[in-house]
T-cell receptor
Framework: GEDVEQSLFLSVREGDSSVINCTYTDSSSTYLYWYKQEPGAGLQLLTYIFSNMDMKQDQRLTVLLNKKDKHLSLRIADTQTGDSAIYFCAESRTGGFKTIFGAGTRLFVKA | DTGVSQDPRHKITKRGQNVTFRCDPISEHNRLYWYRQTLGQGPEFLTYFQNEAQLEKSRLLSDRFSAERPKGSFSTLEIQRTEQGDSAMYLC????????????????FGPGTRLTVT
């Protein structure tokens, strides 16, 4: 079946790195995404990675994919208070319009 | 760039009433999606349009729910005979159909319509 799981909360100090983890069950997953949701706002795509990649870096964001273990992580370097939000892991398949989302990880950044 | 817009942003209705929500996608996007999000959960897929064709409906979409995209531009989601369990945030997203590899299906979300059924 299709399932995406994430831990619910993460608290870090400003300036530290944040690592948000996600596991998925669908071995047919081709695209894996990280979305950010701030209070009262819609989801914003942060980054995505294809299943044939191990890592993708985009400024302060680093995505690591372990396809064997079906584990995805998002590292935010030099975390800022503005990074406080809910982060959703999601997956879809090739040709797939249906995206499966995790329940989200709420990131708290302490000043 | 106006982004994806949804109307209304909030709707309070009494159980048994019908409600209709509208979504205006980003103008050049031919794919449109509806999701439902309840508190503490991620978005759950409801339905998908490619242009005006509705290509997929989730089993979550009961007979009381109907979605249309008549001209391949804006879309409406109607809920008939609302129930308290329908209370949720209804999200619309759109995406372009990219040509050639790789295509990523990234989706651009609207702010959502929050429905409260009393």
């Amino acid at each position: 079946g299709e399932d995406v799981e994430q831990s619910l909360f993460l608290s870090v100090r400003e300036g530290d790195s944040s690592v948000i983890n996600c596991t998925y069950t669908d071995s047919s997953s081709t695209y894996l995404y990280w979305y950010k949701q701030e209070p009262g706002a819609g989801l914003q795509l942060l980054t995505y990675i294809f299943s044939n990649m191990d890592m993708k870096q985009d400024q302060r964001l680093t995505v690591l994919l372990n396809k064997k273990d079906k584990h995805l992580s998002l590292r935010i370097a030099d975390t800022q208070t503005g990074d406080s939000a809910i982060y959703f892991c999601a997956e879809s398949r090739t040709g797939g319009f249906k995206t499966i989302f995790g329940a989200g990880t709420r990131l708290f950044v302490k000043a | 760039d106006t982004g994806v817009s949804q109307d209304p942003r909030h709707k309070i209705t009494k159980r048994g009433q019908n409600v209709t929500f509208r979504c205006d996608p980003i103008s050049e996007h031919n794919r449109l999606y509806w999701y439902r999000q309840t508190l503490g959960q991620g978005p759950e897929f409801l339905t998908y349009f490619q242009n005006e064709a509705q290509l997929e409906k989730s089993r979550l979409l009961s007979d009381r729910f109907s979605a249309e995209r008549p001209k391949g531009s804006f879309s409406t989601l109607e809920i008939q005979r609302t129930e308290q369990g329908d209370s949720a945030m209804y999200l619309c997203a759109s995406s372009p159909m990219r040509q050639g590899p790789p295509s990523s299906y990234e989706q651009y979300f609207g702010p959502g319509t929050r429905l409260t059924v009393t």
